[in-house]
């Protein structure tokens, strides 16, 4: 996974959020960064590589891997 496709990411996010919001709210939404997708385990680092959780795979609408799943 590269850094733009993680920017990409935190900018979908951070646009869906602040659609959602009124003026008031807009103004104390922060940006998404990488370390938070890591600790919120959409990401997984290792071997220095940023490899995409299932959770991110969900986020990103890629449920062929999880036909299963309900939301």
């Not at 960064?33 to 490899?51: A, F, G, P, V, Y």
């Amino acid at each position: 996974m590269t850094e733009d496709e993680v920017a990409t990411l935190c900018d979908e996010m951070y646009s869906f959020a602040v659609e959602g919001g009124d003026e008031s709210e807009v103004l104390t939404i922060k940006r998404i960064t990488k370390r938070q997708l890591l600790s919120w385990n959409l990401l997984i680092e290792k071997d220095d590589k940023l490899i995409p959780s299932n959770g991110y795979m969900l986020l990103k609408g890629n449920m062929e891997s999880f036909p299963q799943a309900q939301i």
